[in-house]
């Protein structure tokens, strides 16, 4: 590992090395030394002594070895998160000045949820590497951004996908649970029949809803209808509904309402659509979304 001067009388901090992170990075995500070292072009061995001189530098254990596979201790995980940043900010700096520089345009289309959490990071990115693109972006639901997608108007669309033996198109990129939210205090879940906020027909979330309350037998009324997220965050805060939300989108003063209290609503997916024939530009754009779910789930 390399050091880098620092101030005098204090101890220089090691330098993380590119292709060590690689390799750690290969093999935290293959789960095994011989299929990371196929990965990377080297001998399981070899690798070995990288991540044992890699640990002697943190002073950490970062694997748990065991008989047909390896998995990433706590201080693994949180090391994987960083370099998997590390690495792409090393691939951006030597793209800035040493791969063909993008043009043209991306049409993107998104659902509101996905928008308001995850885009903007990527998009900033995304302008600063290639400021030759343009990105024009579009928010709707996931009927629309299809459509908009098979007319050509748009490039890539992030879409909810997967739910109720809904037909999955394009690449899966994220997963997590839909759960029925509701203001912390509020009475709005105790209300009969039960005051729920939803998107607009067509919308998955609210045919799971739906569906799941209609199940159960719940008494409901629909008091609340918006295209977007905020509307039903609003009509949550004013105590006037409950909602299907994605559990990652839960803020105070919301919360999620009592396991038991409602039928369960499942994990909803989000997929990315590429249209056929996309450009390089879409291509490279199209990664980077991908890479900002992963650095989600670590």
Known sequence: MNQISTAPGRAALPLLDTEVLRTFVAIAESGSFTRAARLVFRTPSALSMQIKRLEEMLGQTLFVREARQVRLTAEGEMLLGYGRRLLKLNEEAVT????????????????????????????????????????????????????????????????????????????????????????????????????????????????????????????????YTCEHCAGQEAAMLSDLAVAPFPLALIRSPLRRLEQGSLPPLGDYQVALVRRDGLGSAGEVLAERVVEAFNDLRS
């Open 96 to 223: 800035q000045f040493l791969a063909p520089s993008l043009e043209g345009r991306v049409g993107l289309g998104t659902t509101d949820d996905v928008g308001t959490r995850i885009l903007p990071g990527v998009l900033s990115q995304f302008a600063r590497s290639h400021p030759a693109v343009q990105v024009d972006v579009v928010v709707g639901s996931s009927v629309e951004m299809l459509k908009r997608l098979d007319s050509g108007e748009l490039d890539l669309a992030l879409v909810t996908a997967g739910m109720n033996g809904q037909t999955t198109f394009g690449e899966v990129v994220h997963s997590e649970p839909l759960v029925w939210v509701g203001r912390e205090g509020g009475v709005a879940a105790r209300r009969t029949p039960l005051p729920v906020a939803l998107a607009n027909h067509g919308c998955p979330w609210r045919k799971v809803a739906l569906d799941a309350l209609d199940h159960a037998g719940v008494d409901y009324r629909v008091a």
